[in-house]
């Protein structure tokens, strides 16, 4: 094992200062090296190195020295360090002697250490594996546990008898939280749970206080939900979720969107690529709010036949998958010559390859620092499958507006890297073997080349914030083993390179005061859908202006730049909403989705609330067909898009309507009196005030005399409503319907 404390450029070898390590040999005979290096995230001085064999290591000084520790067992990689706490760490113990059936799903013990991995000890058994975890605040640990066995068939891809277990107390006490809980994700402040209701069929709950209580995940009731994928938490605290439904072959799955509270899901997309073994293809443009990529199967229905594979378009959203859009790719290629599909197929588009893909290219790339630049592996051709495209075929591609236009940059497919904020390129072959790497100052515009060692280049890192101008070129050399002249087995020598590219530019970038003015490297942009019109820039219902170095200036911002940004909050518009709980969109609108509640007459109930919504004098028809129901709460169909900061300007109401038909004595007398002896105690302590005034007037002021306030047997109580009881029949449904009385903005 090796060290380096200067990013890179030197390394130490560590192997001497571990005790019982050895160098892992090409030929494999060493069987005591280090198989993982596991940093604690609750002191950075602090790391794990999980041995191969019995031997393991913990540094507490960034690995000025090690501790050895000898186990008479394997510690499995996937070793979990406390959120907190750097001397608690989980680890797992495999049954190895049900593995060596090879017949069975095997269950082994969760392991336990309390003094930096110095002892170790089993605090369960019958865990089910990879699935064990801290909760986010570190103050209980999670596991799925077989209630009886410590194996079960393979052929079972659902258990109902694993259960999600939960302990605050290191094991020493727990209790099941999900019965038949099989899978489990802790994402963010949530904790996701498949649960088994059957041995194909699993539903999703969702806690949200550091796994103390669970709800179930409100989905349609038509779904047949097979699998989840849980992507990503926005910045207003919503998830998305991709559910695998019906048959578990398909090749797609639709895309949900949960409230704050993980609870109530609406439908984003229809159809988005997700295959089993490669995870769903959706990307997050970090740094930005609300900006996603996704690919969708535009041929969903004509997959589910053997052997036809998916035809995808990539798409875009702004709104956090409230509207989603096909992005536009390039007219011509990085040579400057136009696409031969484009006048031959009306379906040539720019189709892009995510992380997770068959031909194992690199994907959709945007870190954090780039203010909207991404890079990507893409495919400008006729609509068809991308399985058999070839990397002879693919592109580079660079957008510089958050994923809505992409332009090639060049041909072929590539391992790439960002630095100086998105200013510096950094790229090579994909599994080539080559000498030379390119890098660009121009975002593309033109390459220069440096030469380096003979490799096939793995990964190209830099810092996590993609600020700097120092790189690692990761690879390795395929070798003919001496032993076997006939070059029949191939071996691995990994390679590190060190760039640094601080020394080949000219001159530091000027003018972050004066954007977009002729003399300064920097200019404005907006990341937004909408391009025209009063609202063009805003986004989420905020305009937020980014100061970026101009394409084509090669100039460096160095590790000190700070990205201005200026923000402006907008009016509420139609781009702000998405669709609510139990409707979907349909082109521009939300409409209700058929189906979607289990039980008829709730179903029944809301198709005539949607209609109600439009059409208010439905409202005894509604009434008379609903009669159990008194009150009618009516939904538009839109909420804001999670995260959305908008004031003002459109607004849906959605009030509530009172089917006084169909209410009790009781009901109808506290429904209307309720009102009405609210004004009158308002009403009553004003007149109470008037009266003691001209009591206390008549006091002092003899001579003063007034009229009778009223003769009309009424006393006047009229002028502060229509409180009468005689008149009850005009304070009806119309009045209440009336606009404003009783709606209230949409606002989740």
Request: hydrophobic share 30%; proline share 3%.
């Amino acid at each position: 094992m090796y060290r380096s404390t200067d990013e890179g450029a030197s390394w130490a070898r560590e192997s001497a200062k571990m005790k019982g390590s050895l160098n892992i040999l090409a030929s494999g005979e060493a069987k005591n090296g280090v198989a993982a290096v596991i940093p604690s995230p609750a002191d950075p001085e602090t790391a794990f190195l999980v041995g191969l064999g019995s031997t393991h290591w913990v540094t507490e000084d960034n690995g000025e020295t090690y501790k050895d520790v000898v186990s008479d067992y394997t510690i499995d990689v996937r070793l979990l360090p406390h959120p907190t706490d750097s001397t608690i760490a989980l680890s797992y113990k495999h049954n190895k002697e049900c593995i060596r059936e090879g017949k069975h799903h095997c269950f082994g013990e969760l392991l336990l250490t309390t003094d930096s991995g110095e002892s170790w000890r089993s605090v369960a058994e019958r865990v089910k594996y990879p699935s064990y975890a801290w909760t986010q605040t570190g103050t209980g640990l999670l596991m799925v546990q077989h209630s009886t066995a410590d194996r079960k068939s393979e052929a079972t891809r659902w258990d109902p008898e694993l259960d999600l277990i939960y302990s605050s107390d290191l094991c020493e006490n727990t209790q099941v939280m999900v019965e038949g809980g099989n899978n489990f994700a802790v994402v963010g402040p949530y904790v996701f749970v498949a649960k088994a209701e059957s041995l194909t069929d699993v539903s999703l709950y969702v806690s949200k206080d550091d796994s103390k209580t669970y709800a179930k995940a409100k989905f349609p009731a038509q779904l047949s939900q097979r699998s989840y994928g849980i992507m990503d938490t926005s910045e207003d605290g919503s998830i998305f979720a991709s559910v695998r439904d019906g048959d578990p072959n398909v090749r797609f799955s639709s895309l949900y969107l949960s409230d704050a509270a993980g609870e109530h899901w609406t439908l984003s997309m229809k159809h988005t690529h997700h295959e089993r073994g490669y995870g769903v293809d959706l990307a997050k443009f970090h740094g930005l709010r609300g900006i996603y990529l996704a690919n969708q199967v535009v041929n969903a229905a004509a997959t589910r036949q053997q052997g036809v594979s998916p035809e995808m378009q990539t798409v875009v959203t702004f709104d956090s998958g409230g509207e989603w859009f096909p992005i536009t790719g390039p007219e011509k290629d990085s040579d400057g010559e136009k696409y031969l599909c484009l006048a031959v197929s009306r379906s040539c588009r720019l189709h892009l390859f995510f992380r997770q893909n068959r031909q194992g290219v690199y994907g959709i790339y945007a870190p954090e620092n780039a203010a909207g630049l991404a890079l990507a592996t893409g495919y400008m051709g006729p609509a068809g499958s991308l399985d058999d495209v070839t990397t002879n075929e693919m592109g580079l591609y660079l957008s510089r507006d958050a994923g809505r236009s992409w332009v090639e940059i060049r041909k072929g497919a590539y391992t790439y890297e960002m630095g100086d904020h998105g200013a510096l390129l950094l790229i090579a072959k994909h599994r080539t073997a080559t000498e030379v790497v390119h890098y660009s100052w121009d975002e593309g515009e033109t390459w220069e080349d440096i030469a380096i060692p003979r490799m096939e280049v793995t990964n190209i890192v830099t810092e996590p914030a993609s600020t700097s101008q120092k790189f690692i070129v990761m690879g390795r050399n395929r070798e003919t083993d001496s032993e076997d002249e006939g070059g029949g087995s191939s071996l691995n020598k990994a390679t590190l390179v060190y760039l640094d590219l601080t020394g080949l530019h000219e001159r530091e970038c000027k003018g972050a005061d004066s954007p977009g003015k002729e003399d300064s490297d920097y200019e404005v942009w907006n990341p937004s859908a909408v391009v025209s019109g009063e609202n063009a820039g805003c986004s989420l219902g905020v305009k937020t202006a980014y100061v970026r170095r101009k394409r084509g200036k090669k100039c460096f911002n160095g590790l000190t730049h700070e990205s201005h940004t200026q923000e402006q909050v907008c009016e509420c518009t139609h781009e702000d909403y998405v669709c609510a709980y139990g409707y979907e969109r349909k082109g521009k609108e939300c409409v209700r989705q058929k189906a979607f509640y289990s039980d008829p007459k709730e179903e029944s109930l809301h198709d005539d609330l949607a209609e109600l919504y439009k059409n208010r004098g439905l409202l005894q028809a509604t009434c008379a067909k609903h009669a159990d129901q008194t009150e009618l709460y009516l939904t538009s169909g839109y909420k804001l898009a999670p995260g959305d900061q908008c004031k003002g300007g459109l607004v849906f109401d959605e009030p509530k309507l009172y089917c006084e038909q169909n209410m009790s004595v009781a009901e109808e007398v506290e429904h209307h009196w309720g009102y009405a002896l609210t004004g009158l105690g308002i009403a009553g302590a004003a007149l109470a005030v008037i009266v003691l005034y001209v009591l206390y007037k008549r006091a002092t002021s003899p001579s003063v005399r007034y009229e009778a306030l009223s003769t009309d047997g009424n006393d006047g109580v009229q002028v502060f409503g229509q409180m009468d009881p005689d008149l009850d029949d005009d304070f009806g449904d119309d009045e209440l319907a009336a606009e404003g009385i009783h709606s209230r903005p949409l606002r989740y």
